[in-house]
Structure formats: C-alpha cells, structure tokens
C-alpha cells in the first residue's frame, strides 16, 4: 500500500510555494525549484527536503517518531 501525501515546499533561495506530492517511502534529497531553478539539498540532520523545506515532515517521519534508523530488539 502506498500513499502519497501532498504539501506545499517553500524555496528557501525565491521563496517560490510549489504544491508536491511526497512519495511515502523515498527520501527526496534533490529539490530543484521550478521558478529559480535553484537545486536545494535537506539542512543538516534532516532526512529530506520536505522536512527542511516544506510545511509537513516527510512520510517517513509522520509514521512513527521511534521508528528511526535503528534496528530495535
Ligand atoms: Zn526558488
């Protein structure tokens, strides 16, 4: 099952608003805005570019706050 969920990415450089869809298990680290074509990578500590730039955490992150990268026993 996969969803996708939508929101709006703010272009740090223009301060372009794009509406996009966030795939729900990919981790997008590339974000070329549409109106500077300015390519943008996430701030450090984040896992993509919607949770540095976009008005909601990624997919990934909204599923479980203790489901992070650990292997947990
Ligand atoms: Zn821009």
Known sequence: MSTV?????????CGN??????PDY???????CPSCE???HPKEGDCCVFCSYAEDDC???????DSD???KI
Do not use: A, D, H
């Open 17 to 22: 608003i794009e509406q996009v869809e966030m």
């Open 38 to 40: 300015k390519v943008f």
């Open 5 to 13: 969920i939508e929101t709006k990415i703010t272009c740090p450089n």
């Open 69 to 71: 990268n650990q292997l």
């Open 59 to 65: 997919p990934s992150k909204q599923v479980g706050e």
């Open 26 to 32: 990919v981790c997008i680290r590339i974000y070329k």
